[in-house]
């Protein structure tokens, strides 16, 4: 029993980075009809800028309030200065992400060159459940993700720029029409979704250490759960990152973990190939 609730912890807590960054993975997909190939890489720039805080001498937790507000300030320049102009043609726009994504990773290895560099978790120690010890920084990650998962909804359903959200997504020339700023509405879009990614960095960087590939992996992973959950809802990619977060989690557990990586995406693979729609298609909730 012990074993069981510690496998479902680990699921859940692993899940949950993956649903941080799909999240915003699945945001600018949806709004924007293009997928940023730089995620991972806002990641990787939310956990070194954790870490620079942490080794100036300040407070993890300063690094880790830091990272999404930075992360989301260059994703708004960027998208106003460089993806902007390539919205007409989205092939373009991708490999402008991937060359965007391949310049910070490069930048940050120039700076930690092959080092693995670790952060200590600000809040340490364990969570007691009868005989059962689970890490309070884990713990801290689940309560966080569903935290920022609850807001998400809230933004994207219950408020006005809500509203003008959906409105671009569904209709951008009659939002225009409307006197809804879509330009304003892409890069404040784009900004949250680096956001989101930085934040991910920030509280993974005590759990995996930071080397200048950290965000590759996670960047793969979020893009099948996109694609398996389904683009142009908000429960979509959330789903799709629940399932692969809890397959790339579990199935280290009984066979190796290549295997368990080239299993999960196999079975993505497959189901996308079956309902090209994902799970929840666009106009879901």
Known sequence: ???????????????????????????????????????????????YITYLAYSHGLPVWLGMAAAPILVGLLGFVLEALIIRRFYAAPIVAMLGTYALGLIIRESVRGLIGGFYLTVPEPIGGSIDIATIHISAWRFTILVITALVMGGCFLL?????????????????????????STNFIYGTTFAFGAALAGLAGALIVPVFDLFADLGIRFLIQGFVAVM??????????????????ALSAALPWVIPPVLADVLVFLLAIVFIKCRPQGLIAQGGV
């Open 1 to 47: 029993m012990t074993s069981a609730f510690m496998a479902a912890f680990e699921i859940l807590s692993f899940g949950a980075i993956i649903v941080l960054i799909v999240l915003g993975l699945g945001i600018i997909a949806s709004m924007m009809g293009i997928f940023n190939f730089a995620q991972g890489e806002f990641v990787l720039l939310g956990a």
């Open 156 to 180: 994207l359903s219950r408020t006005s720029f809500g509203l003008r959200v959906r409105a671009t997504l569904e209709n951008p020339a009659l939002a225009r029409a409307s006197g809804v």
């Open 228 to 245: 398996l959950g389904g683009v142009g809802s908000f429960m979509g990619p959330v789903a799709g990152a629940g399932i692969i977060g």
